[in-house]
């Protein structure tokens, strides 16, 4: 077939935001296989194959859209899943735009072909017409024990199940998936998705074994003593950070980890639910990341009157996702840009210490700011403008300024080494962390960053894994 030469991708079909705002059903439906075959034709497999570097896994891109351009979708999902354990997932939540799509050679003069869109279809698709059951690895008589079931976990776990490896993992939630159930919201990404993931996973093998908090139930000392050759930390960040600000103890103020793990996990959002949150009110969400963005749309979809985002820089450094700003506009959310939290306030009845109304969030004091001089890392930091403080009315607060790795394993696993920040120290090129056998990665070295740079860091350390039990030394 002819190549598509339109600059445009094909756009994703998007459900009313007038409709959706009020439910957690997914908010993007996905391509048809007209549109995937219509997107697909867009690609014009290049030489050089540049979207393949941008990619933390290494999906072999212009392989997969061949498969797609013929219409064997199986084919183009068997390639995907040669080197991603998590295809449907990632269609959904990577940030392609600042990967694989940014090398694409079609957004010189147009925009990316969009392979995230292509590989969410490729994945649904087989998720939905596939039957052929799971064909298990010979097993080669090696056990790894990894903590914690999030995206990198579970990449790490099914690259070794796929090698033949006895794999057990441990997680600390009655749920696997890590973030991926606790964090991200429903209408983001179904629950069902990752199930279905995850299933796949124990069909290769996979020993999930959950309500385990390694540190407490078990140490990592514990589980080298028990036969396991090597253990992979997977464990992720979800010690929230706050600003340190008046006001932060007081009732109406979450944490976004909190928040979303009420909504997300412990299924808030229905009706039935004894899980109290949030329902209602005025909401404001401090942070600009994804996490603030899911939990804005989060308190919408909970029904709050009114949600705004403070956020100290401009829109330009909104380090959310484009798409998922995009979505929170549609959908109402007010943003409050070049503005900081200094003070949470509460109402106070000095007369009635009985009064229930007495400790709650009412208000939040905010200053004006202005972008400065560029910080270490090339940003203009803010800076307060002088005699600009003002408040905004609120009846509820969440901080979405990210988290940082939980202290438990650091602290009960002898000689393992952390850096200031809580971060385990780990060799780059391996994995390896300063205790023998024991590798780690994603958020528990690097804290919060994304589903995909932590599944490329579970590959990095399956790999490393695989080479240690087998007395090879040395990175790829």
Not at 87 to 102: D, K, M
Not at 133 to 157: D, F, I, K, M
């Amino acid at each position: 077939m002819a190549a598509n030469m339109d600059p445009c991708k094909n756009p994703m079909p998007t459900r009313d935001a007038r409709v959706r705002a009020h439910d957690f059903s997914e908010v993007t439906t996905g391509y048809s296989e007209q549109a995937a075959l219509n997107e697909a034709l867009r690609c014009l497999n290049c030489k050089n194959h540049p979207c393949v570097t941008g990619c933390p896994v290494n999906i072999r891109i212009p392989e997969f859209i061949e498969q797609v351009k013929k219409g064997d979708f199986e084919a183009a999902y068997k390639i995907i899943h040669e080197t991603s354990s998590l295809p449907a997932v990632c269609g959904r939540v990577c940030p392609q735009e600042t990967q694989c799509e940014q090398h694409c050679v079609r957004g010189i003069k147009g925009e990316p072909v969009g392979i995230g869109r292509l590989e969410r279809f490729v994945a649904d698709w087989h998720n939905e017409h596939n039957t052929e059951p799971v064909e298990r690895p010979v097993p080669n008589g090696h056990r790894v024990a990894v903590v914690g079931s999030g995206p990198s976990g579970l990449t790490c776990a099914g690259d070794l199940a796929k090698k033949g490896y006895a794999v057990t993992v441990f997680e600390a939630l009655h749920t696997a998936g890590g973030v991926l159930v606790y964090g991200i919201p429903e209408f983001r990404l179904p629950k069902s998705i990752v199930k279905q993931e995850v299933e796949h996973l124990k069909a290769l093998g996979v020993d999930l074994q959950t309500n385990v908090i390694i540190g407490r139930t078990l140490t990592v000392d514990e589980l080298l003593s028990e036969g396991y050759e090597a253990v992979y930390i997977a464990s992720g960040a979800g010690l929230p950070n706050f600003m340190n600000i008046p006001g932060e103890s007081l009732m109406g103020v979450y944490s976004a980890n909190e928040f979303l793990t009420r909504s997300n996990l412990m299924k808030a959002y229905r009706q039935d639910s004894t899980t109290p949150v949030m329902k209602g009110g005025r909401v404001a969400v401090v942070g600009g990341g994804n996490v603030a963005m899911d939990a804005a749309r989060t308190a919408l979809r909970l029904g709050a009157q009114e949600v705004t985002i403070v956020y100290r820089r401009s829109l330009e450094e909104l380090p959310a996702r484009k798409e998922e700003v995009e979505h929170a506009k549609e959908e109402g959310v007010i943003f409050r840009l070049l503005s900081n939290p200094t003070e949470i306030l509460g109402y106070e009845n000095k007369e009635d210490k009985r009064d229930p109304r007495n400790g709650r969030v009412v208000g939040m004091k905010c200053v004006c700011m202005e972008l400065g001089e560029p910080d270490e890392r090339g940003r203009r930091r803010p800076v307060e403008i002088p005699d600009s403080e003002f408040v905004l009315p609120t009846d509820t607060v969440i901080m979405a300024i990210g988290t940082s790795p939980n202290p438990l394993i650091k602290t009960t696993t002898p000689g393992l080494e952390v850096n200031r920040r809580g971060g385990i120290v780990i060799t780059p090129e391996t994995g390896a962390t300063s205790v023998e056998g024991v590798f780690a990665g994603g958020d528990a070295v690097t804290g919060a960053a994304t589903v995909i740079s932590a599944m490329g860091a579970g590959k990095l350390a399956a790999a490393s894994i695989d080479r240690y039990i087998n007395g090879q030394t040395g990175a790829e």
